[in-house]
């Protein structure tokens, strides 16, 4: 075995004007003199490294105990809450679902401006997996935030006033939307977007900074042969990407691959690097004959940040027919491997492999489990660097109990990365799914998403050696939601590590980051989903989260705890001896509406059947989480015309987002629906009176 050891990545000095109370961060030698002044938190992930780090250590293990709220702010919303601040002279600006985006002052939290980009409710129900978003960037002066609908929008930091708007859909006939966060580097903007689910092309752009004047665009999987693009990728598309499609209409179905999430950029090498994502449809066999590696599916691009030109590529999982996407955070650092510094990405995807990638070459250099079974592989070849992939799994003739589930070993949630304990920092779920066996006369995904048994889901926050891959340790997170590991994770040089957890209410944990010993816990109101940032003010030191549940798990899987009256999602500030209070947790959802009427039994079985049209956002039967509205608690199912205008008209859908179902179902499909939701609602009503909780 090759001998491994950990260096720094770089050296840092710090320089902090003297009695100035402006945020300033500069590099800071690791066990210099404690931070002083104002330090602030500028870029997604602290830096551009993306590491989830911070050397501020005034909160660490002797003092973490200490740790009180400082304040909160609530939300408008109370949908899912992914939004990473962003700290920039004690300014915190941050997004909310619906892309919504707040400055505040970091120190009190009081609104200084709020910016709403008035996306159309009728964007909501195109997303795969609720009305989220990501964070925003800020430089120079200006906020950029990418909505929803797909617009990428440039805010005056100082006022909120929008000072462009720019369309980065290149096609609204298909379902394109946008979640991700922004980066921002060399005077361009640089967004992806999501839809994969939804049977779009994936591409990521450039955009510059000052005008929103498209630089470039790179498509990230071929268009229809003989079709150029006029883009930047069009030479390596017919060069390397096309020669791995199959089939004689491959790119009439879209074929996936956005890039949703993880975008970073490599200040050293000047490289750009995207995570792109799974296919569509999801299996290789109906989106590509059963044949060839599809890429750029599930891969890390490097790209030319002025040009977009290709520089090469890492393809993570061929043919992806699990929707193992490769758009997870990737973190750069430097490891010293025989002897020899190396520049590398670190990266933790769905698929349940943890890579070391060079960043100079794109060449792996390891590539370990993570979790403990993972049933589609068996391992990675050292030699090819793919996958030594398990017979039958991809479920051409016959189902297959996947693990990881389509949610990934490891999804969006951040991972952190110390290089004082030298450990990656990873929420970590391993969790099951069967994949319906697929044929030739079905239509796109159809069959796909499945309702078989499977085992119970094992959630926990993991260390993990990167230059091993060895787990350190693990606290666990089940009781809480169930197809994530909790929240995403914050590492600091007090030696500690910060996550928050929770499906509905949650709490926010303070680990050992050497040892995984939890030395502090606080409860909040809301679940914690987002990615914690540390900043410091007039020498206090920081720790911020952005709470609210939903997202792609709580409403569709329900929750393991039970439902509560709605809440809006809520910004919340730590630090030593602070003297805030949260408001309480809210009070379980109220009483069923138990309507009188009697329900028809073949018509609440055959609405029993219809409602898989309803259970993405409304939950699965008898396990809503009431984020999005519970149905059985819903004065909507008293009325046939109600319902039928909401559900079937789509009365509610620009002022709340709920679609219109008359491409879908019959009103007469909708009335049984609202039988079978009215038979629930008795059912729930009669626990009520006998007591029986509903957890």
Not at 89 to 106: H, N, P, Q
Request: glycine residues 12%.
């Amino acid at each position: 075995m090759r001998s491994i050891t950990p260096t720094c990545l770089m050296t840092f000095v710090l320089a902090l004007a003297a009695c100035s109370q402006e945020a300033v961060e500069a590099p800071v030698e690791q066990g210099a003199a404690p931070l002083t002044q104002s330090v602030d938190w500028p870029l997604h992930g602290g830096d551009a490294r993306e590491q989830h780090y911070s050397l501020l250590d005034q909160i660490n293990t002797t003092t973490v105990d200490q740790l009180a709220p400082a304040w909160s702010f609530d939300f408008d919303t109370q949908r899912g809450q992914e939004g990473h601040p962003i700290i920039v002279d004690g300014v915190m600006y941050i997004s909310t679902a619906w892309s919504k985006v707040y400055a505040l002052d970091a120190a009190t939290g009081a609104e200084i401006w709020k910016f709403d980009p008035e996306v159309p409710g009728a964007i909501g129900p195109v997303g795969c997996c609720d009305v989220v978003n990501r964070g925003v960037a800020v430089d120079q002066g200006r906020v950029f935030v990418a909505a929803l609908d797909g617009r990428l929008i440039a805010l005056d930091a100082e006022t909120g006033a929008k000072l462009w708007d720019v369309d980065t859909v290149t096609n609204h006939e298909m379902g394109y939307t946008s979640t991700g966060a922004p980066r921002v580097a060399k005077g361009l903007v640089f967004i992806g977007q999501g839809g994969a689910e939804r049977g779009v092309r994936g591409y990521i752009s450039a955009f510059h900074a000052d005008t929103g004047e498209n630089a470039w665009r790179f498509y990230i999987v071929p268009g229809e042969p003989g079709v150029a693009d006029g883009e930047v990728s069009d030479a390596i598309i017919e060069q390397l990407a096309r020669p791995t499609w199959s089939g004689d209409s491959y790119w009439s179905q879209g074929g996936g691959g956005s890039p949703w999430d993880s975008i970073v950029y490599d200040e050293e090498l000047d490289q750009l690097y995207v995570g792109t994502g799974n296919g569509a449809p999801h299996s290789q066999f109906l989106r590509s004959a059963g044949e060839g590696d599809n890429l750029f599916l599930a891969s890390i691009l490097a790209l030319d940040p002025d040009t977009g030109e290709y520089l090469w590529h890492y393809q993570q999982t061929p043919g992806d027919s699990w929707d193992y996407t490769s758009v997870q955070q990737m973190t750069l650092t430097d490891l010293e491997i025989d002897g020899v510094t190396r520049k590398v990405i670190l990266h933790a995807p769905k698929n349940g492999f943890f890579y070391v990638v060079d960043r100079n070459t794109g060449v792996p250099i390891s590539a370990t489990p993570f979790v403990d079974d993972i049933r589609w592989a068996t391992g990675i070849d050292p030699q090819t660097w793919r996958p030594i992939e398990v017979e039958g799994s991809r479920y051409e003739t016959e189902s297959f109990l996947g693990s990881p589930h389509v949610g990934g070993a490891h999804n969006w949630q951040a991972m952190a990365f110390s290089p004082q304990t030298g450990l990656v920092y990873i929420p970590t779920t391993q969790n099951y799914f069967w994949f319906n066996a697929v044929n030739a006369n079905q239509e796109g995904d159809s069959a796909f998403f499945s309702q078989g048994e499977t085992p119970p889901a094992d959630n926990y926050l993991q260390a993990l050696d990167p230059l091993t891959g060895a787990e350190v340790w693990r606290v666990d997170a089940n009781g809480w939601e169930e197809d994530s590991g909790g929240g995403g994770v914050l590492a600091t040089a007090g030696n500690l590590v910060f996550q928050g957890r929770g499906d509905i209410t949650g709490e926010f944990l303070a680990i050992r980051a050497d040892t995984g010993e939890v030395l502090w816990s606080h409860e909040t109101p809301n679940a914690v989903m987002a990615a914690p940032a540390t900043y410091m003010i007039d020498g206090e030191q920081y720790i911020a989260v952005s709470t609210g549940g939903g997202g792609g798990g709580s409403p569709l899987m329900g929750t393991v705890n039970p439902p509560r009256e709605q809440q809006p999602g809520r910004m919340i500030a730590f630090k030593l001896n602070g003297s805030g209070t949260l408001p309480p947790a809210p009070p379980l959802a109220g009483p069923a509406i138990d309507p009188p009427e009697e329900f028809d039994p073949a018509r609440v079985a055959e609405g029993a059947a219809l409602y898989v049209n309803c259970m993405m956002c409304h939950g699965v039967n008898g396990r809503q989480s009431n984020i999005i509205t519970d149905l059985r608690r819903s004065p909507m199912i008293l009325s046939a015309e109600s319902f039928r205008a909401v559900v079937h008209d789509g009365a509610l859908l620009d002022s709340k987002g709920m679609p219109a179902f008359a491409g879908q179902l019959t009103p007469d499909q909708v009335e049984s629906i609202r039988h079978f939701m009215g038979a629930e609602s008795q059912k729930l009503a009669e626990n009520q009176r006998a007591g029986i909780a509903e957890r």
